[in-house]
């Protein structure tokens, strides 16, 4: 029997309410998709795992912490994301003196960097971490000093692992260009891709989208151009909506309560009560991960510029169409062939209809068995036994995972402005009384 613990902000066999799940989810919804699908991986019969840890590296003493987790586990799995930015470099020195301070085995899965787009190109050598929707960049001695604390990790992780894994050949070129010895470096892409195993597919439902299409289009309000997307694309399609993944408009969802200085933002983002998508009920929070990868199953396509609400709805079987913006989401979609368009390379803003038409997933179709059989490769080298292994019954060893997340796949989402089910399309008749039903219940 193994004792595992993974680093989450939230126990995926768990429904916590909207409000309390917003406060524990790292920040970001999309960072329970990976953490629970590694969970799922990893939960045999014989195995304890457990979700945890996730604050740990906030504490001002962590030795109490790294005391209780050496008595009660026998390996530590982290999964992560792009962990590697520039503003998370004291989180790092402080997940640093953890693993240093473990007696067990240390596994990190998924991590990556966080830099330009343009260092994507293969022939790029500047790796500085830069911040989501800016040019602002560290100076050479900051670059130093950060680079020197990522080094110190990945040194620390590989001192308890036989390798790290990384999202894809961006980071992998980036920790090579510290010093990091690039065989014990595995691409392993995003491991919430792996949730369901290998025999993941995606097509498109339908031959061509209409403005009736269910569609739903994700947002990081963050990012230069999303704001033009988000006006063409609320007016084209009724039926549209737009789930929201960070904790401050997770908040403006559930309360009605502006949590953005709109003095300093473009009023056409969605992060704000007047905007058209708020007011006519079409923006979600998705309390549960399961839940928001089950609602998804109901749309026609996905679009839009944040990693994991796309993920969220590749595992439900939609197709989607990645606006990337960066060398996250750029690495991530050229390793598992995600559709994607640079959205600095858009000269107007396009409509859904548009980008489905150019889609095609043969090669994603394609890849996903190789790529996954290279992920399992991976939790093996780090003695890692998991649900999809060779010779297990991998719907008998995942039964009891799967049932005690029924309830999750079963919870719906939030929605913005009071409303309790999807608004009706304009011309219907009953859109203006769903909305005085919603206003007398408030």
């Known amino acids: 029997m193994a004792r595992i613990l993974v680093r989450s902000a939230q126990d995926p066999r768990k429904v916590l309410p909207p409000e309390k799940s917003a406060r524990a989810m790292g920040g970001n919804s999309g960072n329970l998709l990976y953490a629970n699908g590694v969970q799922r991986a990893l939960s045999l019969p014989e195995n304890v795992v457990t979700s945890g840890g996730f604050g740990a590296h906030t504490l001002d003493d962590a030795s109490a912490w790294i005391a209780k987790a050496n008595s009660r586990y026998d390996h530590y799995v982290i999964p992560m994301s792009n962990a590697f930015r520039f503003g998370f470099s004291q989180g790092l020195v402080r997940m640093t003196e953890i693993?240093?301070?473990?007696?067990?085995?240390?596994?990190?899965?998924?991590?990556?960097?966080?830099?330009?787009?343009?260092?994507?190109d293969a022939d790029h050598e500047e790796f500085a971490m830069g911040k989501t929707g800016s040019t602002w960049a560290p100076d050479k001695k900051a670059v130093d000093e950060h680079n020197g604390v990522v080094r110190g990790f990945v040194e620390a992780v590989l001192e308890k692992s036989t390798t790290i894994g990384v999202r894809g050949e961006v980071t992998k070129r980036y920790l090579e260009s510290i010093g990091v010895d690039g065989d014990r470096v595995d691409v392993i892409g995003c491991p919430s891709l792996y949730t369901w195993g290998p025999d993941l597919r995606v097509s498109k439902k339908v031959d061509a989208l209409t403005t009736s299409s269910p569609v739903s289009m994700n947002v990081d309000f963050r990012v230069r151009g999303i704001a033009e997307i988000v006006d063409k694309n609320a007016r084209l399609y009724p039926r549209l909506t737009s789930p929201a993944q960070d904790s401050r408009s997770a908040r403006l969802i559930m309360t009605g309560e502006e949590q953005f200085?709109?003095?300093?933002?473009?009023?056409?983002?969605?992060?704000?009560?007047?905007?058209?998508?708020?007011?006519?009920?079409?923006?979600?929070?998705?309390?549960?991960?399961?839940?928001?990868?089950?609602?998804?199953?109901?749309?026609?396509?996905?679009?839009?510029?944040?990693?994991?609400?796309?993920?969220?709805?590749?595992?439900?079987?939609?197709?989607?169409?990645?606006?990337?913006?960066d060398s996250r989401t750029l690495e991530l979609a050229d390793f598992h062939a995600i559709p994607?368009?640079?959205?600095?390379?858009?000269?107007?803003?396009?409509?859904?209809?548009?980008?489905?038409?150019?889609?095609?997933?043969?090669?994603?179709?394609?890849?996903?068995?190789v790529r996954f059989a290279n992920y399992l490769e991976f939790l093996h080298r780090?003695?890692?036994?998991t649900?999809?292994?060779?010779?297990?019954?991998?719907?008998k060893d995942a039964a009891a995972f799967d049932r005690q997340i029924e309830a999750g796949k079963a919870t719906g989402p939030v929605r913005s402005n009071g409303f309790t089910e999807a608004p009706r399309m304009p011309g219907t008749g009953r859109g203006l009384v769903e909305r005085l039903k919603s206003a007398l219940r408030r």
């Open 261 to 325: 200085d709109m003095t300093k933002r473009d009023l056409r983002l969605p992060i704000h009560a007047d905007h058209q998508l708020y007011q006519e009920g079409r923006l979600l929070f998705y309390s549960n991960p399961w839940g928001w990868i089950e609602s998804m199953r109901d749309q026609h396509f996905t679009f839009g510029n944040r990693l994991h609400g796309n993920i969220a709805a590749l595992l439900a079987g939609t197709p989607v169409h990645l606006l990337a913006h």
């Open 99 to 120: 693993v240093r301070g473990l007696d067990m085995p240390v596994t990190v899965v998924g991590v990556g960097a966080q830099t330009t787009a343009d260092a994507a």
């Open 387 to 395: 649900i999809f292994d060779e010779g297990r019954d991998t719907a």
């Open 340 to 369: 994607y368009t640079l959205i600095s390379d858009f000269a107007e803003a396009p409509s859904a209809e548009e980008l489905y038409e150019t889609i095609d997933y043969t090669r994603f179709n394609e890849l996903m068995p």
């Open 382 to 385: 780090n003695n890692l036994a």
